[in-house]
């Protein structure tokens, strides 16, 4: 899940487009969220798994991750009345949005 | 420049001003917390070189008090330790809250006053070996057409990156000096904080010339009953830079239970320099505290957009430095009077 804060918030490959060189080339540029970023979170297990799984394991992954930015998204909706349609959520898209 | 990761510097360490002074005219580069150096170096920004370390120089730690309540913060004094002086915290609560917000504890606890103020900018271009610009010794600013989302909303000159410097936008609210010991002469010269720095020319973040050693930051007597605020506004909420700053400072009559009588704001983030607001300052005035600003300030907020120059991609900039500017002026007026 906080891997999901980060692609819905920070992450995001930054090029310089006359040359193709990627300039998020380290952690300061290319930002992934710290413990400040992400609330308090509460974990539900689904504790029957899955049937055709030996064991009933469920794999976690991507299930995880991919639902926080559709969360978030509909967050910012709901606190603006601004859908955003492009990730991450940044400052000036957000501020954009609002004009 | 080519990059030169992995070479170790010779490295003396002075226990003198004096001393440091003579490495200095050797040709010598001042080392503080070193945090902001070596990443230069590295990336080759910094050309390599043998280094003066400042740490064990008495001289240049802590606050020292005159008997009127100015005072010099030593240029070694670390950003923690400002961060953690009661005393500091009770005069100047602007600058002790800047530093407290800055960067990471690790940091704050190896960065030093006069390294902060020193330091170059963040530009993603100016430590990418792939690029040349101006800082580099290069005839142009590939950021000013190409990626500069979080660049100037200020357009002073050829160079697009906002200062990165925290305790020079709070420091500049206090109406601060520096003191530097000039190389060649010896002689120890004070100067106002602003004139550190110069937001039209596009090679260096700061106008000391080499083998200058900036000593001390020094802060005026303040009088009683003022109030001040402090507010970075960032993307993450820690180890991130902020895409504006803010500090403001208000002086009251009545020992603070009165009207503003002097104000100063000071933003960072969105130029060059760290600027002032004289427009703002001005409309400030007369303002009450605990109430909320009036007509006056609301147009002076207005009109921060004619200030604002913004590149195509920094437009949003203006409305964050008008919000910011506004929520921390509000705070400055809640603030209990000190
Ligand atoms: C994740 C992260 C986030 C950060 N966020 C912020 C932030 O929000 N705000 C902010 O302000 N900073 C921020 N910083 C930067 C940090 O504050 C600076 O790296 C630090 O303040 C530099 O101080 P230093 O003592 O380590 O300087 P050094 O690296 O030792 O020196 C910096 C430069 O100043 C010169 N110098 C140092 N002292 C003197 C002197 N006395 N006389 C003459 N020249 C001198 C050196 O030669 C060098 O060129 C951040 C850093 C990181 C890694
Ligand atoms: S903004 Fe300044 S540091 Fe960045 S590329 Fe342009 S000249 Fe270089």
Known sequence: ?99 | MTTQRGTVPTVTRSTSVAGAARELVEGALPRAGGTDLVTCVEAGVIAPGPLVDLVDVPELRGPRWDGDGAVRIGAMTSVAELGADPLLAEAYPGLVAAARALATPQIRGTATVGGNLLQRNRCPYLRNPAFECFQTGGDSCPARDGDHLRAVVVDLGPCVAPHPSSLAVALLAYDASVVVVERGSGAEVERDLAELYDGTDPTRDHVLAPGDLLVAVALPALVSGGRAAHLRVAGRSRAEWPLVEAVVRLECAEEGRGPVTRASVAVGGVARTPLRLPGVERALVGSVPGRAPGEEVDRALEAIVELCSPLPATGYKVDLLQATVRDVVERALDAPAG
């Not at chain 1, 998020?24 to 539900?44: A, C, H, Q």
């Open chain 1, 1 to 99: 899940m906080v891997q999901g804060v980060g692609y819905a918030l920070h992450e995001e490959r930054r090029d310089d487009l006359g040359t193709g060189v990627v300039l998020s080339d380290d952690l300061e540029d290319y930002r992934i969220p710290g413990m400040g970023d992400v609330p308090e979170t509460e974990v539900y297990f689904h504790e029957e798994g899955f049937e055709h799984v030996a064991g009933g394991g469920v794999g976690l992954g991507e299930v995880s991750v991919v639902g926080v930015a559709a969360a978030l998204g509909n967050a910012v909706y709901d606190a603006t009345g601004w859908r955003p349609h492009d990730l991450p959520l940044r400052p000036d898209r957000l501020i954009g949005g609002l004009r």
